[in-house]
C-alpha cells in the first residue's frame, strides 16, 4: 500500500498516480476545494514578497495554476518557472499558458529534490499540495532554500488538520470519507484520492513543518491557517548573506 512506501518507491508511485488523474486533476481540485483552491493560492502569493519584474520558481506545479498566480504577480518584465516530474502535468501546464497569454512563465520536467538550478536563482519559491508527496522532504526544502536568493521567501501551501473540535469530525467525515466516492463520480482513479487524504494523515504537523523549515536554514518561519486549520500557508526566509 502506498502509506508504506518511501524513497525511490514512493516517487515511483507518487509520479505515475498523478500522471494517471493528470486530465481530470483541475475538475476535482475545484470540486472538491469547493472552488476554493484558487483563493487559497492568491494568499499565498500574497505572502511571497514578490514584485513587479521578480523572478521566481513554482516546485510540484502540476498543471500550473500557482505558476499561473506568480506570472501576474511579477507581470511581464518579471519570469517564472513552474518544475513537475509529471509530463502529463507539464504538458497540461504549458497548455494553460498559451491559452491564457502568459508569455512569462515557463514549465519543465525536473525533480523537486535535485532542483536543476544554479544556486541563489529566484526571489521566491512556492510549493502547492507537494511537499507531503516528494520522497525526502528534507532534501526538496533543501534544494528551494539554494536556489531562492538571500532575503528571499520559501512559501508552502499545504492541506493540513482543522484545529476545531466542533469541525473536526464534520471535515474528517467530508475529507476522508466522501473524497474518493467524489472521485469516482467524475470516473477518475479512485486510488489517487484514497492516497490523497491517507497521506494528509500521515504527514507532519504544521509545527513539525516549521521547524523542519528551520532545520533547512530558513528563519522567521511562520504559518496561517485557512477554513479554519483545513489548509495551512507556510513562509520561510533565507537569511541575508
Not at 45 to 67: I, M, N, Q, W, Y
Not at 162 to 180: A, D, I, N
Not at 198 to 221: K, T, W
Request: aromatic share 10%.
Amino acid at each position: 500500500m502506498s502509506q508504506h512506501l518511501s524513497g525511490q518507491g514512493k516517487e515511483t508511485y507518487v509520479k505515475n498516480l498523478f500522471s494517471s488523474i493528470a486530465p481530470k486533476y483541475d475538475l476535482l481540485n475545484s470540486v472538491l476545494s469547493l472552488t476554493r483552491h484558487k483563493a487559497w493560492r492568491r494568499f499565498a502569493v500574497s505572502k511571497s514578497g514578490l514584485e513587479p519584474g521578480r523572478h521566481a520558481l513554482d516546485v510540484c506545479c502540476g498543471t500550473g495554476d500557482f505558476a499561473f498566480e506568480l506570472a501576474r504577480r511579477v507581470g511581464p518584465d518579471g519570469s517564472v518557472v513552474g518544475v513537475d516530474f509529471s509530463s502529463p502535468m507539464i504538458e497540461i501546464a504549458r497548455q494553460k499558458a498559451i491559452c491564457a497569454g502568459l508569455g512569462n512563465v515557463d514549465f519543465i520536467e525536473a525533480n523537486a529534490c535535485a532542483l536543476p538550478f544554479a544556486d541563489n536563482s529566484f526571489d521566491c519559491v512556492t510549493v502547492g499540495f507537494g511537499l507531503r508527496n516528494v520522497a525526502d522532504l528534507k532534501l526538496a526544502v533543501s534544494e528551494m532554500t539554494r536556489v531562492v536568493k538571500p532575503g528571499g521567501r520559501i512559501v508552502n501551501l499545504e492541506i493540513s488538520q482543522v484545529r476545531s473540535p466542533l469541525l473536526s469530525l464534520p471535515w474528517k467525515l467530508y475529507f476522508y470519507g466522501l473524497t474518493p466516492r467524489t472521485a469516482s463520480l467524475f470516473h477518475a482513479r479512485r486510488g489517487a484520492y484514497e492516497y490523497l487524504p491517507e497521506s494528509v494523515r500521515r504527514f507532519m504537523s504544521r509545527e513539525e513543518l516549521a521547524r523542519e523549515m528551520e532545520s533547512c536554514g530558513l528563519r522567521d518561519v511562520h504559518f496561517h491557517d485557512l477554513m479554519f486549520g483545513a489548509v495551512c500557508v507556510h513562509i520561510g526566509t533565507k537569511p541575508d548573506i
